[in-house]
């Protein structure tokens, strides 16, 4: 009768344990527009390989082409990352740029993505096609089949007051798809993400969207009041979490605490090997600072296989 006395107080401390230790949350790896440090970024080839590399989501920002289709790219314009003045050398607009949304999807499918950095995958490769969102979503959901894993996507909303004047109504747009692909509620394997507050805002309250949503912060000053105790409490009533830029965090390592005590997830870009910040020796060191001393939830980063070995390797 003692042994069992015993046993029940044993079990009832692990109950009571168990209750006040809050689980020891998992770090999540956000490909950044792929595996974009070793491939031109937002490829199928970029997000296959982050895909393999162990990301726990890919990244494809957003832009809308002139016939409606959602396709994934960083830039409004073209002519950063494609061999579009080449290709359609007359089709600049006045300020002597080439604009996603002044080309149907056939014409940009006639463009090469290449590398935008000039040290990493060579320039003058012209392997690579823009995906459309709902490629890059049939690849992901390809390989979480054939591999048995299941990597998230992340998409985000970029722009989204340019292309809603331009007449479309890019959440939406965004919406039918994730829809058609089954990302539904709140437990669906992704996270939408956006700059603008307002967007967000339309996505949960007006559009009813009960999707992760994920706020972004810049480091401009002009998003300064999301990170005030009032612009994290708006933010928790309507996001999951926030993508802070990483040096708001250097600056105020206090961030992630406030958020967490909102119930935030914390989710700062964008960490990358090649483009260190001065004070850390390594990528090693700046990601094990902020996942151990920071304690972020998870993170962009252009180097998924980095990322991984140093979440693994955390104690
Ligand atoms: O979306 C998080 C991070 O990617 C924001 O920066 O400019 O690379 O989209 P950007
Ligand atoms: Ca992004």
């Known amino acids: 009768m003692k042994h069992l006395g015993n046993k029940i107080a044993f079990y009832a401390l692990i109950a009571v344990v168990a209750i ?12 950044h527009r792929g595996a974009s440090g070793y491939l031109p970024e937002h490829t199928l080839p970029a997000y296959a390989m982050a895909h393999a590399l162990g990301a726990d989501y890919l990244e494809p920002d957003l832009a809308v082409s002139k016939d409606g289709v959602l396709v994934c790219l960083h830039d409004m314009t073209l002519e950063s990352i494609t061999n579009v003045k080449d290709v359609f050398p007359d089709r600049a607009r006045e300020d002597g740029k080439w604009y996603v949304v002044d ?3 056939a014409e940009l499918k006639r463009l090469r ?3 935008r950095s000039p040290n990493r995958f060579p320039k003058d490769a012209q392997l690579f096609q823009i995906p459309t969102l709902e490629e890059m979503i049939q690849l992901t959901q390809g390989l979480n089949r054939s591999t048995g894993r299941d990597v998230g996507i992340y998409p985000e909303l970029k722009d989204p007051m340019f292309y809603e004047k331009a007449g479309f109504p890019f959440a939406e747009m965004l919406l039918e798809i994730l829809d058609k692909y089954g990302y539904r509620g709140p437990e669906a394997n992704l996270y939408i993400q956006c700059f603008v507050p ?8 007006e559009l009813g969207v009960s999707l992760p949503l994920i706020q972004l ?16 409490d708006k933010i928790a009533a309507y996001a999951q979490g ?10 105020d390592p206090m961030l992630v605490e406030r958020a967490h005590a909102r119930g935030l997830l914390v989710h700062p870009y964008t960490f ?8 850390y020796e390594s990528i090693e060191m700046e990601l094990r600072t902020f996942l151990k001393e920071f304690d972020i939830d998870g993170g962009f980063t252009d180097h998924t296989d980095v990322m991984k070995r140093v979440i693994d390797a955390l104690d």
């Open 198 to 205: 307002a967007t967000l805002l339309r996505l949960r309250n």
């Open 217 to 232: 912060i810049s480091d401009h000053a002009a998003q300064n009041a999301l990170v005030t105790e009032e612009g994290l």
């Open 242 to 251: 926030i993508g802070p830029h990483k040096n708001r965090i250097e600056d």
């Open 20 to 31: 006040n230790t809050p689980a020891i949350a998992e770090k999540v790896i956000i490909a």
């Open 113 to 115: 993505v290449v590398e």
């Open 272 to 279: 990358r090997a090649d483009m260190l910040p001065r004070k």
């Open 103 to 105: 080309f149907t999807l």
